[in-house]
């Protein structure tokens, strides 16, 4: 009788599937998942929103503007799922007019926009698997355009990620931003991730590569993070509380210590700023306030006035230089009769999962 091991002529890929070592290999692997499966890790999320309650759902960065501004959107199907809006704005760093148009199926993703000033903005999301999901950025915009690619793979307890931001090689090398992501759950409470960075912006200037590390810790109502970037001397940590069913805090402390202008003669400069801010929900309206060690006050109030109607006010105070900001802001979320038909001709149906 012939060995198990013995190699077939039929099967091109014998000498590879009926080798000793390699399937001693695949052994272990197996094994290891078995055991890994075993322990029930969660998923952790991204090393990119690995302090999304704070940055998110507490921090006003996201949500503070000045001047007027007013978005108008239009759903005009449910499934698969096509909207489109205006923008409107007048005051500080906002564009007087966009428009937008977004389509999202369970495995495409599609955005576009164009301002008043000609520059095009697009998004597309592919979910190739349940796991992989391919995202592309691009924007012209003279004088620079922009185009990203992202591959992300979500495991049952990691997340891992490629970007490429403007990655080139007609100059005759490799220029480019790339960027590679990984978080892994070690327990169900402590995930750990690593990312590093390779960048040349011409093939005249010598590449750079930076390497950070970040610990994520999330219990049964608090989530606390902390990110180190070495090569810049720098230190961001967070800390999140859900303090009621309403109520949610947040922390956010940033640290960085760097070269003098002088030079190492001169010794190192530290510099830090620590933010402290809170979350109200009530029944129809949120409200978030926060002070940061800098000085500056912020608070943003949203209220739905009326169902497809939602006001927003926000004030942003400098203590120390004696400036204020105030923004005032109005969105319409408007739909045809023709998509009341369409819901309940879907009844009960899950709306699609987006890759968004």
Known sequence: MASSHEIRPSSPWGFVTANPIISAVGDVYRSFSERRAKLGLPNPGTVEDI?????????????????????????????????????????????????????????????????????????????????LVSKCQFQIASPQDMAQIEHEYTGSDFSSSLKMLNPSYLEGGLTGIFVLRHLQSVTKRLSLGVESMWQRAALSQP??????????????????????????????????????????????????????????????????VTSVGVKYDFRMSTFRAQVDSTGKLGCLLE????????????????????????????????????????????????????PF
Request: negative net charge; charged residues 20%.
């Open 51 to 131: 302090s999304k309650e704070v940055q998110r759902e507490v921090s006003l960065t996201n949500y503070m503007h000045a001047g007027l501004r007013a978005d108008v959107t239009k759903a005009v199907s449910l499934s698969p799922l096509f909207q489109v809006s205006h923008q409107f704005a007048m005051g500080e760093h906002m564009k007087p007019y966009a428009f937008a148009a977004l389509m999202g199926t369970n495995d495409v993703f599609l955005q576009g926009s164009m301002d008043n000033d000609g520059v095009l903005s697009s998004r597309l999301n592919f979910r190739w698997t349940s796991a």
């Open 207 to 272: 590449p750079e590569a930076y390497t950070s590390f970040s610990a994520r810790y999330k219990a049964e109502d608090w989530v606390a993070t902390a990110q180190v970037h070495a090569a810049q001397g720098a230190l961001n940590a967070t800390y999140w509380r859900k303090l009621s069913d309403k109520v949610q805090a947040g922390v956010d402390m940033t640290l960085q210590v760097a070269p003098s202008p002088g030079g190492m003669m001169g010794g190192l400069q530290k510099e830090g």
């Open 303 to 354: 209220k739905r006035v009326l169902p497809l109607v939602t006001m927003s006010f926000c004030t942003d105070v400098d203590h120390w230089t004696q400036n204020a900001k105030v923004g005032l802001g109005i969105t319409i979320e408007a739909a045809g009769d023709e998509l009341q038909d369409q819901q309940d001709a879907v009844g009960a149906q899950p709306p699609p999962n987006i």
